[in-house]
């Protein structure tokens, strides 16, 4: 499999900043997605980085280096309804279509 | 634009008993996907469908678990006879082509095998 890693617990306050970092090692790389899931519910989509460098979205940003085999998601001026997990996933060349998710950070924003 | 749908939400069953999932995946979505969550994991892709066929069922477990796309729209994601191990939630995912494009997912299907 891929090695995916990410912290599993991030805790913060309202109106913080957060970044969620991800590594990971794989041959091929072919894009690197941030999804978001509250409990219970579907993933839904964040960002693709492909090339390195920072995409910025509104409140939530995400960068990528592809030579360190690393990511993170930023989230700016925290809201309570931030809390759930973000999960970090691969893409690769070889297996088109295919992603590769790590364990998923778990964020809980405090009032 | 309606998302990807799934049903039923929750299914509760007995080990041994066979039980079927459904995905309506988004209108136009051409690439159509079955991912397993575990609690506290994030998703396995199982199967992979490019319209009608199944272009990547490696991590499908083909000896109790089928699906099948017929007609290159919704999809049916079966497993008999269940097991123990098998509770988990069960999530479908569409994209508009494969390769890199997002894919885009359904609110799962809870099932509870026991």
């Known amino acids: 499999g891929q090695n995916i890693d990410q912290p599993t617990e991030m805790t913060a306050t309202e109106g913080a900043i957060v970044q969620i970092n991800c590594t990971y090692q794989t041959s091929g790389f072919n894009g690197l997605f941030w999804y978001q899931q509250h409990a219970g519910e579907a993933p839904t989509f964040l960002s693709y980085?492909?090339?390195?460098g920072l995409e910025e979205k509104g409140r939530f940003s995400s960068f990528l280096s592809r030579s360190k085999g690393y990511s993170y998601l930023l989230l700016k001026e925290l809201q309570m309804k931030d809390s759930a997990s973000y999960l970090c996933?691969?893409?690769?060349?070889?297996?088109?279509?295919?992603?590769?998710f790590g364990r998923g950070t778990q964020l809980t924003v405090w009032p | 634009e309606a998302g990807v749908v799934q049903s039923p939400r929750y299914k509760i069953i007995e080990k041994k008993q066979p039980v079927a999932f459904w995905c309506n995946p988004i209108s136009g979505h051409n690439t159509l996907y079955w991912y397993l969550q575990n609690l506290g994991q994030g998703p396995e892709l199982l199967i992979r469908?490019?319209?009608?066929?199944?272009?990547?069922d490696s991590q499908l477990p083909k000896d109790r678990f089928s699906a099948e796309r017929l007609k290159g729209v919704d999809s049916t994601l079966k497993i008999q006879p269940a097991e123990l191990g098998d509770s988990a939630v069960y999530l479908c995912?569409?994209?508009?082509?494969?390769?890199?494009?997002?894919?885009?997912f359904g609110p799962g299907t809870r099932l509870t095998v026991l």
């Open positions: 996933a691969v893409a690769r060349g070889s297996t088109l279509g295919r992603l590769y």
């Open positions: 469908y490019e319209n009608e066929e199944a272009v990547d």
């Open positions: 980085n492909v090339l390195d």
């Open positions: 995912a569409s994209s508009l082509r494969g390769g890199s494009d997002t894919q885009y």
